[in-house]
């Protein structure tokens, strides 16, 4: 039973461009959630997925970060004209419901230069 | 600001030791879980307690519960040089109980 896969693992961007970032949840898990992670910080909370709904989006910043969980497919998370700040790890967890643990996936790098 | 705070932000102890992490946090939980990072690497998660239970056992992991102090504290028996790592309470908020909120962590270090 694969866990939470993500890809890709490392993701290099110079500024203006697009970067996307997936995540395959456990199997069986249907309820999805994005978390960034500054140098030397823990996790910050993003936006909170159920196939083809977001439920909780309260952690995204408002302009250039969008996420879907379409009905096949990967959760994706979409970051338009990166900037330097964007810099950072980005996690993303399934669970099999409200309430149940969260369990992660490697997560991305992604560099902006 | 984080909800959840963990103290101190960087413990170092010899192999065989005990470590102590405490975490505080601000607002009701529904529950309270403990997660490792491992430098460069994803989270793993440890424990979860719910706001009911006040201790919980899982191999050479204790985590304690105080909803009157809004604290929580993990402590490591017989430590080992694969315990050093990042570790990060969380505590789940909300109605849905499904925004999960992190501390800043603790990092563990075990000298051989």
Redesign the interface.
Known sequence: NAGVMQNPRHLVRRRGQEARLRCSPMKGHS?V?W?RQLPE?????MV?LQKENI??E??MPKERFSAEFPKEGPSILRIQQVVRGDSAAY?C?SSGG??E???????TRLLVL | S?Q?EEDPQALSIQEGENATMNCSYKTSI??L?W?RQNSG?????LI?IRSNEREKHSGRLRVTLDTSKKSSSLLITASRAADTASY?C?T?Q?S??????????TRLSIRP
Do not use: C, W
């Open positions: 309820h959630y978390y910080e823990g996790l910050k909370f909170y439920i909780d309260s952690g996690f967890a409200m309430q643990t969260q369990y992660f996936g490697p997560g | 984080q959840g529904n529950n879980q997660y690497r994803g989270l793993v998660h979860l990060f969380a789940a909300g849905s109980a499904s925004k999960i909120i992190f501390g800043s962590g």
